[in-house]
């Protein structure tokens, strides 16, 4: 059943409901990746103006992947609890409206991707795929949630390559093994985090019958959160080890281990609130800003 739109409510707060701006986790956490790989590959002193063009990038790009995203679910949103309200799938905004907004966004990034060396650039490109076609792994995928993470991977690789392949064309010269460690651990940490956010949708997802990878791992949904967060941790000490970062990375990354064992210590108990899965969703948006300043300190202490 649909939900009837709000019309009170002004356009632009509309839109800015579609953008997700209102809920400012899903954009960090997206964010955080590529400010963990400039800050890498930069040695803890990544130009300004590129960090500006990082944080805008991702701002636009996670934009555009809401609408797509929602363009796409306009019909399956309004049968789930948590997206019923959402503008397209409460037809508070119009289809065209939803394209017009996406191709905004895109052409935001596009712009901002130009300021960026060629290698970067066509990574830029790259990604574009694979974020418009991430809505439609749920239907043909049994594990969206790999596509999604693949998705965050490009951010790290590239923010490296912004930094390390301005004038190196070839990828294996710029982007070596603690790259490929970053982007492996942000794979899983992605797999990780977007589990327990499905988690929440269960029900909903098994009745309309859309794949996800709390569904696909079933009662070991929780063992699977454990094993992606236990190999986040292991990549991320490969990425402390091969460059080598010093003391306050690894102070930092002892903290995010134990608050995930927690998390997934939470997870285990057989009732479990339904708010508690957004809540440990949000609480990675910290996580990952602590490892970034693990990693500021791992590189100029």
């Known amino acids: 059943m649909l939900t009837q739109p709000d019309r009170s ?36 002193q990544p130009p300004l103006p590129l960090i500006g063009v990082i944080v805008l990038g991702t701002l636009a790009t ?25 503008p397209l799938a ?42 418009v076609l ?14 999604l ?32 460690l970053l982007w492996g651990a942000t794979v899983l940490w992605t797999l990780g985090f977007d589990t327990i956010y499905a988690m929440s949708d269960r029900e909903d997802d098994r009745r309309i019958g859309v794949n996800s990878s709390a569904l696909f791992f079933g009662k070991y949904a929780t063992h699977a ?17 091969v460059m080598p970062l010093s003391w306050g990375f690894w102070v930092t990354l002892a903290i995010a281990a134990g608050w995930w064992a927690r998390q997934y210590y939470r997870l285990s108990f057989k009732t479990i609130p339904h708010a508690t899965y957004g809540q440990l969703f949000r609480q990675n948006v910290w996580i990952g800003f602590v490892l970034l300043a693990g990693m500021l300190a791992g590189t100029l202490l």
């Not at 809505?135 to 596509?147: E, S």
């Not at 454990?226 to 190999?231: I, P, Y």
């Open 134 to 147: 991430y809505p439609l792994a749920k239907r043909v995928f049994p594990v969206p949630q790999l596509v």
């Open 62 to 86: 996670s934009a555009a992947g809401c609408v797509v995203n929602d363009l796409w679910d306009r019909n399956i949103d309004p049968k789930v609890e948590r997206t019923r309200n959402r």
């Open 90 to 131: 409460a037809r508070s905004l119009s289809i065209q409206v939803g394209l017009v907004v996406a191709l905004i966004s895109f052409g935001c990034a596009w712009v901002l991707s130009l300021y960026l060396n060629p290698l970067t650039f066509w990574l830029c490109v790259a990604a574009v795929p694979v974020i």
């Open 149 to 180: 993470s693949i998705a965050w991977g490009f951010a790290v690789l590239i923010s490296w390559s912004a930094v390390s392949c301005g004038s190196t064309p070839a990828p294996t010269a710029c982007l070596g093994l603690p790259t490929w």
């Open 225 to 241: 959160v454990g094993a992606f967060l236990a190999g986040t941790v292991l990549l991320l000490a490969g990425v402390g080890m």
């Open 9 to 44: 409510e002004p356009t632009w707060q509309t839109i800015v409901r579609l953008l997700r701006w209102d809920k400012p986790a899903g954009r960090l956490i997206l964010m955080i990746p590529a400010l963990w790989a400039v800050v890498l590959a930069a040695a803890g």
